[in-house]
């Protein structure tokens, strides 16, 4: 049956995938980056989840309440954890220093697996669009995710913020 999934699945979301474990990787080294640009790939991934929620479960609020209460809980949790404190604001470039990290190139391909096995599930039984259970699950899962990138994101605003209040390029 896993082969069968595998041939069925179009060929773009192989490319997705390359793209998305290239994405990843090249946050595995340190890198100077303007504070729009550090935030840009958490936005957009908080994004996608919450797009994946609304497009399959909109007609189910406990779906959006789920993803809600995820992602702030893995928001403040990740907070609590100093996720993403470790970069520095460069004065004298006006940029961050973002130090590599695993933790992207992970939580992209959480996603991407939460993404495609949902998508599988509901092209094998499309009647899970309409399961409670179902909603909540996927959704907590998107949520959590997503806390953790906004974390992330918002890490990067505290450290330039704390370092040069009135100066910060964007």
Not at 91 to 120: C, D, H, M, T, Y
Request: proline share 4%; aromatic share 10%; hydrophobic share 60%.
């Amino acid at each position: 049956m896993l082969i069968e999934i595998f041939q069925h699945t179009p060929h773009w979301v192989w490319w997705l995938l390359a793209a998305l474990i290239s994405l990843g990787v090249s946050q595995t080294k340190p890198q100077q980056k303007t504070l729009r640009n550090a935030t840009v790939i958490p936005l957009a991934m908080a994004a996608l989840s919450f797009y994946g929620v609304v497009s399959v479960f909109a007609a189910q609020s406990i779906a959006l309440v789920a993803w809600a209460a995820a992602m702030l809980a893995a928001l403040s949790i990740s907070h609590a954890a100093g996720i993403g404190s470790k970069a520095r604001w460069l004065a004298a470039e006006q940029r961050l220093l973002v130090p590599g990290s695993w933790v992207p190139l992970v939580l992209i391909l959480g996603l991407f697996i939460i993404k495609f096995g949902a998508n599988v599930m509901l092209a094998m039984h499309p009647d899970l669009s309409v399961d409670r259970l179902f909603a909540v699950a996927v959704s907590l899962a998107y949520g959590a995710f997503s806390g953790i990138f906004l974390a992330r994101g918002l890490a990067m605003w505290r450290v330039a913020r704390q370092a040069e209040p009135s100066s910060m390029a964007y």
